[in-house]
């Protein structure tokens, strides 16, 4: 949400709970999961750990560095430099400047219309308090991240996220008795495969694309064998007044075990970018020779009267792809999720690509609310086959490159979704031209649990079945549909 003033009631009663707060140096840590992945959040906001669900990597880390907010503002003559919220950052390990305590601790207390969990905590110090809500937000089409600077003009890239996101709302208010001035929030990110970074501020299509400044951090995964390529970034609704992509900390010089980072966006953040730390304000691309790499950006809210409060809010979203290279003849194989071995896997075999490429997948299984909010956006049309069983088996799939020729996909379809008595040698692909779906035929291995079929486009990819109605249901826009989406790279 935009920043925005409104009275905050039993802001004296906050204070004089003040001192009954959890002691400094005490955390705790909240699970917010969907799916896809999972996140630990600590009271203060703060997360060293967001895991993914992909089958085949559960546990992988997308982020094992820093997700952190710090706040700074002037009480009359006293200026407050930023103030990080979190005391204890964690691998590295180093305690931070933080003067907050625990008024209430975070914790999972509803869910959304989705089923997907929100969760609260209060910090305060002596003059304000921040009241955080997390939210895990099905986008259901994935929210555009921005990959290309700002600065390079023209219409720019994106992708699309996963399709699950983590909105944070931070609401400031002023607990004092005179006018808190020059109110600043900032927001640190760094991931922990993170090797290069832009900021960008163009709109593109997408779910919440009113959220348009991005920062987006972006690289290779070394401990996988199959070459996965993250991202991890966070959005706002609001232009920033300053960010940075820059260090955070070096490899080889800074470790990712023990001690404050010598350099980086962090101490950026704490001195304003101010003094020797004013340089780096305003880049908006970074792609170091030696890892790590994070992002920041910086929200002026003006002035706080006595009891009033700001809010502001960032979104955090993550998307991961196989990194596609050309064997000597030109082709490309390679696997997704796990391989077409397990249920939502997925093989692909390229006849020609002209160069390295980033192959992506998520798999979903959907209701039948699920697909007809699918019909509803456009991603694909109302269903004219028949499908078998009575669940959405999804396969969200993008390629970030350039190739000819044909394409064989192989995917793992799941089993126990399709009724007792389908014979799956029945299943078929369809494919979504845009306009109606087109049956491409398939190769089943029902004794593995694939489907093989090939293609010279990407767009929506179905399996179907040919018609047996005596012996299995039919939905009109049921489940047992399994999407493959292939998409270009977004942009304007």
């Keep these: 949400m935009n920043s925005a003033f409104r009275r905050k009631p039993l802001v004296a009663a906050i204070a004089c709970c003040a001192a009954l707060a959890i002691p400094p140096g005490a955390r705790a840590e909240d699970l917010l999961t969907n799916p896809n992945w999972e996140i630990f959040v600590s009271d203060y906001g703060y997360s060293d750990y967001l895991g993914d669900h992909t089958p085949g990597f559960e546990g992988r880390e997308y982020l094992s560095g820093e997700w952190g907010a710090a706040v700074g503002y002037s009480n009359g003559a006293t200026t407050v430099s930023p103030t990080w919220l979190e005391r204890n950052f964690i691998y590295p390990d180093w305690t931070t400047n933080s003067t907050f305590s625990v008024i209430t601790p975070l914790n999972v207390n509803s869910f959304n219309a989705d089923g997907l969990p929100i969760a609260d905590s209060l910090i305060a110090n002596g003059d304000i308090s921040i009241g955080q809500r997390l939210e895990i937000v099905d986008t259901r089409v994935g929210t555009p991240m921005g990959t290309s600077p700002a600065s390079a003009g023209g219409a720019g890239s994106a992708i699309l996220s996963n399709r699950y996101v983590m909105m944070q709302t931070y609401t400031i208010t002023n607990l004092t008795e005179s006018t808190l001035d020059n109110l600043q929030f900032f927001q640190l990110l760094h991931g922990l495969n993170a090797q290069a970074g832009v900021y960008d501020d163009r709109a593109y299509t997408g779910a919440m694309s009113d959220y348009r400044y991005d920062v987006t951090l972006r690289g290779v995964d070394d401990t996988s064998s199959t070459g996965q390529f993250d991202y991890i970034g966070f959005h706002s609704n609001v232009a920033p007044t300053a960010f940075e992509i820059g260090h955070y900390g070096i490899e080889g010089i800074d470790n990712h075990f023990d001690g404050k980072p010598s350099t980086g966006v962090h101490l950026a953040i704490e001195n304003n970018w101010q003094g020797d730390y004013a340089d780096g304000e305003g880049t908006d691309s970074f792609a170091p020779d030696s890892r790590w ?98 669940a959405l088996q999804l396969f969200n799939i993008e390629y970030e490159g350039s190739f000819s020729g044909m394409v064989t996909l192989t995917f793992g379809y799941d089993p126990t979704l399709l009724p007792a008595e389908f014979d799956p040698l029945n299943l078929r692909i369809y494919h979504w031209n845009g306009t109606t779906w087109d049956n491409l035929g398939g190769a089943v291995d029902p004794f593995n649990h694939t489907i093989t079929a090939s293609t010279d486009s990407f767009s929506p990819f179905a399996v179907g079945a040919v018609p047996e109605p005596e012996t299995w249901a039919m939905f009109a826009l049921g489940a047992g549909l399994v999407l493959l989406r292939l998409r270009k790279s977004r942009g304007n």
């Design 293 to 390: 790499v994070a992002g920041a950006e910086r929200w002026d809210l003006g002035s706080l009267e006595a009891g009033q409060s700001a809010s502001i809010s960032v979104m955090l979203s993550i998307r991961t792809g196989w990194i596609v290279n050309p064997d000597p003849e030109g082709g490309a194989s390679g696997s997704s999720n796990g391989g077409s071995q397990v249920p939502g896997g997925v093989d692909y075999t390229f006849e020609h690509i002209d160069g390295p490429g980033t192959f992506y997948a998520e798999y979903e299984v959907e209701d039948h609310d699920g697909i007809q909010q699918l019909v509803a956006l456009g991603e694909i049309g109302p269903i004219t086959f028949q499908i078998p069983g009575s």
